[in-house]
């Protein structure tokens, strides 16, 4: 005669893979900021002394009200030359971009590769609760993409 089990009938488990997909696990979170008021001149010393191509520009209150970027600064530098003078020390509200485009701190980073290529973007900031918490650039899904290359998500 045949071993009897008293354990049951088990049940099968099936693992799944949980790796982080979400924007808030790849964004960068200390972020340089600059102000509305602050000179073009300084944000140009710190683009070049930081080795980094933009970032938002906050309010005094803390709330984002523009995209301040290399090719913004491209403006002051092309005006100071039609103009035929130095660079002046003009403010960055003038150079910024306002009209700008934020993503959800919880968007999957599949999703936010979406919009990068869809609106041909090099950085985008991050709001949780219409905060910024951080910012994430394209190099950041790239990383995040070799990170998970390999793996099968539901």
């Keep these: 005669m045949g071993i009897k089990s008293f354990q049951g009938v088990r049940k099968v488990v099936k693992k799944e893979f949980d790796a982080p997909i979400l924007v808030e696990d790849y964004m960068t979170k200390k972020l340089i900021t600059f102000s509305p008021d602050q000179s073009i001149l300084t944000v140009m010393e710190h683009l070049a002394k930081y080795h980094i191509s933009g970032g938002p520009v906050l309010d005094n209150n803390g709330f984002l009200v523009g995209i301040i970027s290399e090719a913004d600064c491209m ?3 092309s005006e ?3 103009f035929n003078q130095p660079i002046l020390d003009k403010s960055v509200e003038r150079f910024m971009t306002k009209e700008v485009e934020t ?3 919880d968007m999957s980073i599949f999703d936010a590769a979406g919009i990068f290529d869809k609106h041909k973007r090099r950085r985008l900031p991050v709001m949780k609760n219409g905060i910024l918490v951080g910012q994430i650039s394209r190099k950041d899904i790239v990383i995040a993409a070799l990170k998970l290359s390999g793996h099968n998500y539901k």
């Design 75 to 77: 403006k002051q530098i």
């Design 80 to 82: 100071s030359r039609y």
């Design 103 to 105: 993503i959800p701190h």
